[in-house]
């Protein structure tokens, strides 16, 4: 039997899933297909900061319970050159904004969990899309296998991909008018999942010995910590003995110990940016990681991912309740400005603290440079801060 809704939505993470609870609110009907288990998807380790207006979309999507018990607030990140830190007061430097600090899963979570329970069978899980078909017609659908593995329909007016970067919903854009711009970068990260306590009370974003480490918090007895790695490094190459003494020695100041503990989950990730352009094909709308990708190390993909499914509810909701069709119109561009916008400020980021593998002393020192000018001009320091707890979303018009 082939199946109904408004909006056929590809894909249950970030993207998929506030995309959903925001079409509620604006009493629209939408069903998700999940290619992986609900556990799957409720276990995949990924991002951790939410900055400040996703976290205010959460409470307003009355989404928050769980993230204001248990999660943190951070006003302040900790940058860390040559041995020596320095605080950045984001809140003072924003007019009182901050980031927090609340595992992409848990999230996910708590919004699979509030979808399932207020529209019960509005996700499918283990329910692959394999391809869209009507797009540039009236009537599209998505074809889909079903978890039993037989062959799934469904009918939509509007098809949103927010399947990720290896999702299907991008290539149903023809290659003639897809634009595709982007860079590998020749570093990865390896990350760990560590228990042990805090070693420090804020985020350190540090460059110095063999690049790039990062020092971040799941819980008050589980850490997160990142360090610059070959892409190419199998996590094997990465014993726990290294791992401490490449942490140890990068994370290095006067005064101060890295905490060790168990570490109990490993992984070697790329970095890339990459965008997609543009994000419209007739009823065909990209969203999140299906349409662009950041380098993490301006903790941005998650962030980005709800800003365009922000925008594209509100489009959506005039389209379907006043058959007002120029906010889907604006969409791709609407989006795309503040995509780039977070582009440059995670590319930005991303060189200013790693280590290139052909960098020169001089670069090196350049690098050094543009830290120390946040240390020295107050207008560095607030431009970095506004872009890190999160640019305004889009004006509603
Ligand atoms: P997702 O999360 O990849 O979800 C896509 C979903 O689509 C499913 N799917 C399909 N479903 C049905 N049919 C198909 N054919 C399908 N193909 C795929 C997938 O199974 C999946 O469930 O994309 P979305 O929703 O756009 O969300 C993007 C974010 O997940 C991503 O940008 C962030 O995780 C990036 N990121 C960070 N973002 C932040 O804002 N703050 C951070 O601190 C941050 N840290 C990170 C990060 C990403 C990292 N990794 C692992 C890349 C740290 C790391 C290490
Ligand atoms: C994380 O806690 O996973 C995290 C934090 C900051 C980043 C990236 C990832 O920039």
């Known amino acids: 039997m082939p199946r109904r809704t408004q909006v056929g939505i590809i894909g249950c993470g970030p993207a998929g899933l506030f995309l959903a609870h925001l079409l509620a609110r604006a009493g629209i009907d939408s069903l998700i297909l999940e290619a992986r288990s609900r556990a799957a998807v409720e276990g995949t380790i990924r991002a951790g900061v939410l900055e400040h207006g996703v976290a205010a979309l959460m409470q307003e999507l009355g989404l928050a319970g769980r993230m204001l018990r248990q999660a943190d607030r951070h006003a302040g990140i900790t940058l860390q050159w040559r041995s020596q830190r320095l605080h950045l007061d984001l809140a003072a430097l924003t007019g009182g904004k901050a980031v927090t600090v609340y595992a992409q899963h848990e999230v996910l979570k708590d919004l699979v969990a509030a979808r399932l329970a207020a529209a019960p069978g509005s996700i499918l899980f283990e329910a692959p899309a394999r391809a869209v078909e009507g797009i540039e017609g009236d009537h599209p659908a998505i074809l889909f296998e079903t978890a039993e593995g037989g062959a799934g329909r469904l009918d939509c007016d509007h098809i949103v991909a927010a399947d990720g970067f290896h999702g ?14 982007g860079k590998t970068y020749p570093y990865g990260w390896l990350g760990v999942l560590v228990e042990a306590p805090r070693s420090w009370p804020e985020l350190i974003y540090a460059s110095q010995g063999d690049g790039f480490s990062l020092l971040s918090t799941r819980s008050p007895t589980v850490q997160r910590l990142y360090l610059q790695c070959d892409p190419a490094d199998p996590v094997e190459a990465w014993d726990d003995a290294r791992i401490w003494r490449e942490l140890g020695s990068r994370l290095a100041t006067d005064g101060w110990t890295l905490t060790q503990g168990k570490i109990f989950q490993k992984s070697v990730i790329p970095l890339r940016s990459f965008v997609c352009a543009p994000l419209r094909h007739g009823r065909l709308f990209l969203a999140g990681d299906a349409a662009h990708i950041v380098p993490p190390t301006g ?70 440079a543009q830290l120390e000018q946040i240390a020295l001009s107050p207008a560095a320091a607030t431009a970095l801060a506004e872009n890190y707890v999160g640019l305004p979303f889009p004006a509603e018009d």
Do not use: C
């Open 168 to 181: 299907i919903g991008r290539g149903a854009i023809p290659a003639s008018i897809r634009q595709e711009y």
């Open 299 to 368: 903790a941005k993909g998650l962030n980005l991912a709800v800003a365009d499914v922000l925008v594209l509810s509100r489009a959506l909701s005039r389209a379907i309740h006043r058959g007002d069709a120029s906010g889907l119109d604006a969409y791709s561009d609407t989006a795309l400005a503040r995509v780039w916008q977070a582009q440059r400020f995670s590319a930005f980021m991303t060189r200013m603290l790693h280590r290139d593998p052909g960098e020169t002393p001089f670069d090196t020192r350049l690098r050094e």
